[in-house]
């Protein structure tokens, strides 16, 4: 497959803690899913780094920093706040409003995980890989 000879690196944006932020990723990782020729993968990273942007906003009060880095046929999508706020995977709130952020990020990235800066925060980061076609 052609697309896995795209150079891919890693991308980076800041953003600060404002409601417009989820929007702002949400186009800067569509932008780059489509520069890396991975169309594919870009619905799901947009929706996922939209949840995890939103949680830093909402539970961080935090400017946030994503990186987008990308080698073959696999991107991670990390988010970095300066919480030490570890997320916890919650359940739906009984009104039905929140607590499906990670449970969609668990159920749509390969992998994801949190890791912590102590001092300054932490990333929370999935990954996805390009299926080979059959």
Known sequence: MQDHAVQRGEERLHLPAH????????????????????????????????????????????????VVAGAGSAVRVAVHDHSGRVPLRLMTDADGRGGRGLQLVESLSDAWGVDCSPGDGKDVWFEMTLQEPA
Request: proline share 4%; net charge negative.
């Open 19 to 66: 409601p417009s932020a989820p929007t702002s990723a949400r186009s800067f990782v569509a932008g780059v899913m489509t520069r890396w020729g991975m169309d594919e993968l870009a619905e799901t990273a947009t929706l996922l780094v939209s949840e995890l942007v939103t949680n830093a906003i909402q539970h961080a009060s935090s400017e946030v920093d994503i």
